[in-house]
């Protein structure tokens, strides 16, 4: 199989680097790139998305516009990119609340004095890195005319109360990579859509999954390491709840993670501890609870027949 690196495009290319002249500056740059991960697991879902962040990169199209249900690698695949150009990663959560001067910059008092600052982001801009903006289809207004600026004019642009606007451009190895859930809020504007390329990371085959949750509690733990085909009725049991889900059984989607908390408990503490695991599943509302309960339990029992009543007792 192709390696991710090549996917990527490297080592035969890689974007351009900052060249800073500040030590401490360059410190921080140098520290913000992060490790490959030894537990990542590259299937045919990896490679493809490898293959479109390396290709959007290289062509300077300078972002990405990447969608999926949780939990399926999005930004695992972000990070484990960086770590292979080496490039620093700086990840923001649109939906967070986020303080404006903090994130872009702007006018700011300080110690009872107006100064001018420069944000994280735009920090990071400006030096050439891997922004990850996401869950977009949260974010409010004033965030629109920055997700603009990003990807439309390759620019930051600083407000002040004291004169005109700063526009600082990002530099030219800087990618914006935009992520979104397109089950919650809604989706980003359809210019926006067009200028990020949006591509739809898909759900890992039940072979990759089952790859992906053995690399991970291996990781986490050398007593939880297991084969990929030992986990085999877990990833069977939750294909069979996103059904579930998608027939607005369920509350929440159950994505990989759900999986992996799972799977960890089944095997730490035992099957009852793993069930009680699902129950943040379920639907909220009044007088759809306990109907809800009752059919993850159906669908549980079809797989785990031991698992009868924990849920519903």
């Known amino acids: 199989m192709q390696t991710f690196a090549e996917a990527l495009g490297s080592p035969r290319w890689r974007p351009p680097r900052w060249e800073g002249s500040e030590s401490q500056e360059c410190a921080v740059w140098e520290s913000a790139i992060p490790m490959p991960d030894p537990a990542y697991i590259v ?55 986020l303080d404006l001067v903090e994130l872009v910059g702007g006018t700011a008092l300080l110690s009872g004095t107006t100064v001018e600052r420069v944000g994280k982001l735009t920090w990071w801009a400006q030096r050439g890195a891997l922004l990850v903006l996401n869950e977009i289809q949260a974010v409010e207004p004033s965030m629109q005319t920055l997700l603009h600026d990003l990807v439309s004019e390759r620019r930051v642009v600083i407000p002040s109360l004291e004169g005109a606007p700063q526009a600082i451009l990002l530099h030219p190895g800087t990618l914006v990579a935009v992520t979104w859930n397109p089950f919650q809020g809604r989706m980003p504007e359809p210019a926006l859509l067009s200028r990020l390329g949006a591509i739809e990371f898909p759900q890992p085959s039940q072979a990759d999954e089952a790859k992906i949750l053995a690399a991970r509690l291996a990781a986490a733990d050398p007593e939880l390491a297991r084969s990929p085909a030992e986990f085999t009725r877990d990833l069977a049991l939750f294909t069979d709840l996103r059904q579930l889900y998608e027939q607005q059984e369920l509350g929440l989607f159950p994505d990989m993670r759900f999986a992996l908390n799972f799977a960890a408990h089944r095997l730490a503490v035992g099957l009852p501890a793993a069930v009680r695991t699902l129950n943040a599943l379920a639907l909220t509302g009044v007088g759809e609870r306990q109907r809800s309960l009752r059919q993850l339990e159906r669908v549980l029992v079809a797989h785990y027949p031991q698992a009868r009543g924990i849920l519903t007792a």
């Open 43 to 97: 299937g045919q879902t990896q490679i493809l998305m490898a293959e479109h962040l390396g290709l959007r990169w290289r062509l300077g199209f300078g972002c990405i516009g990447i969608f999926g249900v949780p939990g399926t690698g999005k930004n695992a695949l972000l990070r484990q990119a960086a770590a292979t150009l080496r490039i620093p990663m700086f990840a923001v959560d649109l939906s967070a609340g």
